[in-house]
């Protein structure tokens, strides 16, 4: 079907999944990471010792992860359950009331179970959105739909960065609840896709998530789109989160600022998702465009270890550089996404963003289990060098698939 001959109701519904998709993207990824911008002075404000404040804020990005792990899962299987919707309204509501709420802790337990709770919600954003916007757009230009969706929603990472800068770090959080409950208003404006509504009244199972575990051709084409993801959460999880403890292992006498390395990360991971998304289309391959950017982002990990320390300037660029080569989730997820049929694809785009965000969990442990004998800086290069040539070996049980129908089931 070209782009002409799309209905004009199907293409308006298209064009508003998209604008609802990306604005919800937005608020999803400032919610997300406004944590790794006010770490420092929240942590300091609630009496945490300047010794115990990375292993502390390790802490709570594990908590945030491991909700994000237990979301992916909920989320998905009611994606394909209940409709896509669903995970929108829900999540949405569930991460916003948790970041408004992280404006008022006052102690480390009540910071941890707020950061589970917005990791669960901060879950279903992404592959709800991504699913919805593949289902409804034609199976040539879905690209560009999701591209638009990832580009407008890591803006979000540049207004928590702006925002953190500028307010206390209690009103940060504050903000980006009060975005994700303006937003819930938009949400009503969105009707599910044909794809899930016509599989509403066929007798099959949806959303049995144990289903992409079972080995077998699906368990390897689901756990492969994982791996490749892993490195994307190795930047931004680890280095950019942790820009100033690397500044510091890399003997800098000025030491980058959490916020600046944030902010000048996600300019560049927002220029990567446009280039990878475009690339994409440009060769009609998303295999390609995943391949080219592992391959950017091990050459900007190795400039950061190297020409990164020169100065702060070369610092944060090695920062831009690094974001940009993360920018390739959106393909990822829209990967996801193709990979499986209508009654698991909102379980498989939903999940596999968060099981990769989930990866820092075990990719920050690494870190810490290697620095002891090999230095902080020799322990990125071990876990980064991994997470890359897990990556690359994984994209060779990748489907491609674009262009690919997506009017089908997983029998």
């Not at 999540?91 to 102690?107: D, E, K, P, R, W």
């Not at 930047?235 to 600022?257: N, S």
């Not at 990866?359 to 990125?380: D, H, I, Y």
Request: with cysteine; aromatic share 8%; proline share 2%.
């Amino acid at each position: 079907m070209t782009a002409t001959s799309v209905p004009v109701d199907l293409q308006r519904a298209a064009r508003l999944a998209i604008l609802v998709a990306a604005l919800g993207y937005f608020v999803d990824i400032y919610d997300m990471v406004i944590f790794s911008v006010v770490r420092a002075q929240s942590l300091e404000a609630i009496g945490v010792p300047a010794a115990e404040r990375m292993s502390a804020g390790v802490r709570l990005l594990n908590m945030q992860m491991l909700g994000m792990l237990a979301g992916g899962i909920l989320w998905g299987v009611l994606g394909d359950k209940r409709g896509r919707l669903s995970v929108l309204f829900g999540s949405i509501f569930l991460y916003s009331t948790a970041n408004f709420a992280n404006g008022f802790v006052q102690t480390m337990e009540q910071y941890a179970l707020l950061r589970v709770l917005a990791g669960i919600g901060l879950a279903g954003e992404l592959g709800a959105g991504i699913t919805l916007v593949s289902e409804l757009m034609s199976k040539e230009h879905r690209g560009y739909g999701t591209t638009l969706v990832a580009t407008n929603g890591v803006m979000g990472a540049i207004a928590a960065a702006l925002v953190g800068s500028r307010l206390d770090w209690r009103s940060a959080y504050m903000v980006g609840g009060g975005l994700g409950f303006a937003l819930l208003c938009l949400r009503m404006t969105v009707h599910e896709p044909r794809l899930f509504t016509a599989l509403k009244d066929q007798a099959v199972q949806r959303g049995n998530f144990l289903r992409l575990l079972k080995p077998g051709p699906s368990a390897r084409r689901y756990l492969s789109v994982v791996l490749v993801g892993v490195p994307i959460w190795f930047v931004i999880g680890v280095l950019i989160t942790f820009a100033p403890e690397f500044g510091k292992a890399l003997g800098m006498k000025e030491i980058p600022l959490a916020a600046h390395a944030v902010l000048i990360g996600n300019v560049g991971t927002v220029l990567g998702d446009l280039a990878s998304g475009l690339f994409s289309q440009f060769t009609r391959s998303r295999k390609r465009s995943v391949a080219l950017f592992l391959v950017l982002g091990a050459l900007a990990t190795v400039a950061l270890f190297t020409v990164g320390s020169t100065s702060l300037w070369a610092f944060y660029a090695c920062c831009g550089a690094l974001g940009f080569s993360a920018g390739y989730m959106a393909v990822l997820v829209t990967i996801a996404a193709e990979q499986f049929g209508t009654n698991l694809r909102a379980t498989a785009a939903t999940t596999v963003p968060n099981f990769i965000r989930g990866s820092t969990v075990l990719l920050t442990s690494g870190l810490q289990l290697a620095t002891p004998s090999l230095g902080l800086k020799g322990a990125a290069l071990v876990v980064g060098g991994a997470a890359l040539v897990a990556a690359f070996a994984a994209l060779r049980g990748i489907d491609e698939t674009f262009g690919r129908d997506l009017d089908f089931l997983e029998e």
